[in-house]
């Protein structure tokens, strides 16, 4: 029977970007260009505490909170950071793909034992992308 484990990357763009801002805490909606206006991509925790939430219009969101600042996104750097990841979880399986925007796919055959099982497996999953910085569902 084969196996298939699913990473899912929920907050990565996000993640990405507070590594490189002068404050990761503020109330900040990362934003891309739509056909009728920029749409929110990912927040901060601050931002989605007062309404914010992804695929919100901007100008919704800053009708919910004026002082919203916005962002642009970078879904190709996003993208790249994603692929270096599968790379990088080639500790895990030989057999690793994108799958998405957010979420990696590998095929865990035969493997979690190696990992002490399949909660074990899980575990370390989690335990490696924490200390990467990068939150795991």
Do not use: N, Y
């Amino acid at each position: 029977m084969r196996r298939v484990a699913s990473i899912c990357l929920p907050h990565l763009a996000i993640e990405r970007w507070s590594r490189f801002a002068e404050a990761p805490d503020a109330v900040v909606g990362l934003v891309v260009e739509a056909a009728h206006g920029q749409l929110i991509h990912a927040v901060t925790v601050a931002a989605a505490a007062r309404g914010a939430r992804p695929g919100m219009r901007l100008t919704d969101a800053r009708a919910l909170d004026p002082k919203l600042l916005a962002e642009p996104a970078d879904p190709a750097g996003d993208a790249a950071l994603l692929k270096r990841l599968a790379r990088w979880a080639g500790r895990w399986s030989p057999l690793v793909e994108v799958d998405g925007a957010d979420a990696l796919r590998l095929d865990v055959t035969g493997i979690a034992h190696l990992f002490g099982g399949g909660p074990g497996l899980v575990a370390d999953v989690q335990e490696r992308f924490a200390v990467a910085g990068l939150s795991t569902r």
